[in-house]
């Protein structure tokens, strides 16, 4: 009887015409006339069809340009009659102004080249941040082999028809994938790396490490340390604490201090997902798996239990960024659940919240631009999307070129100043091989 569980007792398992092998319930099942073991009409593959018709529609009206919709009311020529008679203030006008600027953006390629021609266009960007004065971005980009490759563009070309890339080896850990960028200053960057998918060590690297004036000579890391739990990191640029960053780690928050070496450790309740220093005060800010952000003043000394804790506020999911305001009363948080809420500080509670984002699993960073006025947020689903922070609207939602999947997610840099202080306006976005500007 082939379907009796006690025919088969080795480790090899016969086949049978007609039936297949079920290992575990240890039995054998008759296949139906027309059966197969693949199933092409599962929910998943359905809604990524529906998925992927949406953004390739959606990309055929941008081809197409297509006149975007706007809010009622929201044009030029409004909002210049408004202003001039007084009914608008000048931080309103330009508020409205990006708004609509970014309603109309369209989207370019940007060809990039590089002195090494086994380099440009084929590893994939990972990750891309820019510096303090969006002169530059710094890349992130994975190699077939394994590990990772930095990249430093410079976005003074950025009206041209192509951009150069000068790429270097990650010198120091040739084996493993950086999984979280902070630019600091013109001057460092602090990167936590892992092994493949495992978190695995904070570096502060100099930015001579990527100088090509002297290629022979290399400089080393400013301060690292490896460790196997790390998820996040941050610097901290308030004085009081000064030399400072900040590594958050399973149940446990440690900051160290680059000169010195001294080192405090926090101990939580959950793993410490994303991090920032306030500028004003020397107080850290972490957004826990668990769902909760708290505060540390870093001056105090170590303490047992949760007593040393501050602010402490409440998703209902694990929260993947943090996003203190330039005033320091207001906080942005996103979660796991696709939530994006601003909290008031003063009083622990939200005041509003981002609605359209979508995430599931996924670490993924937001983008504020208060100058603007615009928050920006790349999903699961690849989708780019574009807030009014005012108000919540969701201004612009943009596909990705590429299909969706887990390892073709955007990074994206925003700033009205790309390129330096004469430079122009618009989002850039990096997803696989490619680079794109979309421009006001």
């Not at 025919?7 to 197969?36: M, W």
Request: a positive charge; hydrophobic letters at 35%.
């Amino acid at each position: 009887d082939p379907s009796s569980s006690s025919s088969v007792q080795s480790s090899v398992v016969p086949e049978l015409p007609g039936f297949y092998y079920d290992s575990e319930k240890n039995r054998y099942f008759r296949l139906l006339p027309g059966h197969n073991n693949y199933n092409p009409l599962t929910k998943d593959s359905i809604q990524y069809k529906a998925m992927e018709c949406k953004r390739l529609r959606l990309l055929e009206e941008e081809e197409k340009q297509m006149k975007k919709t706007t809010r009622a009311g929201l044009n030029s020529s409004v909002l210049l009659q408004k202003r001039q008679l007084g009914l608008l203030s000048s931080t309103s006008y330009c508020r409205l102004v990006h708004e609509l600027k970014v309603n109309c953006m369209q989207r370019r390629k940007i060809e990039i080249h590089s002195p090494d021609s086994s380099v440009a266009g084929t590893n994939n960007f990972k990750i891309i941040v820019a510096d303090v004065a969006c002169e530059r971005i710094f890349t992130v980009n994975d190699v077939e082999h394994g590990g990772c490759k930095y990249g430093i563009i410079n976005l003074s070309g950025l009206g041209k028809e192509s951009l150069t890339v000068e790429m270097y080896d990650n010198l120091y850990f040739t084996n493993r994938k950086v999984l979280n960028l902070l630019s600091l200053t013109h001057f460092s960057k602090l990167c936590l790396m892992g092994i493949a998918e495992t978190p695995g060590c904070a570096s502060l690297l100099p930015a001579s490490l990527f100088s090509s004036t002297n290629p022979g000579d290399r400089p080393g890391m400013l301060c690292s340390f490896k460790i196997s739990t790390a998820w996040s990191c941050a610097w901290c640029l308030n004085p009081q604490a000064d030399n400072c960053f900040s590594t958050g780690l399973t149940r446990r928050v440690l900051v160290t201090n680059v000169v010195t070496g001294h080192r405090q450790t926090f101990g939580t309740s959950s793993d410490v997902l994303a991090q920032q220093f306030a500028t004003q005060t020397p107080v850290l800010y972490n957004g826990c798996r668990s769902g909760e952000i708290f505060s540390i003043d870093v001056r105090q000394r170590n303490r047992k239990g949760q007593s040393w804790k501050a602010t402490r506020l409440f998703h209902g999911s694990a929260v993947t960024s943090i996003h203190l305001m330039e005033a320091e009363h207001y906080l942005m948080a996103a979660d796991m659940a696709g939530k994006i809420k601003l909290w008031d500080l003063r009083t622990t509670k939200c005041v509003k919240q981002y609605k359209g984002h979508h995430n599931e699993y996924a670490i993924l960073p937001l983008h504020v631009n208060e100058e603007e006025g615009l928050l920006t947020a790349v999903g699961q689903d690849c989708y780019t999307r574009i807030w009014s922070l005012q108000d919540a609207h969701l201004l612009r939602t943009i596909p990705s070129p590429h299909p969706s999947s887990k390892d073709a997610i955007p990074s994206v840099v925003f700033s009205s100043r790309l390129g330096g202080s004469r430079g122009v306006p618009g989002l850039l976005m990096a997803v696989k091989q490619d680079l794109y500007h979309f421009s006001y």
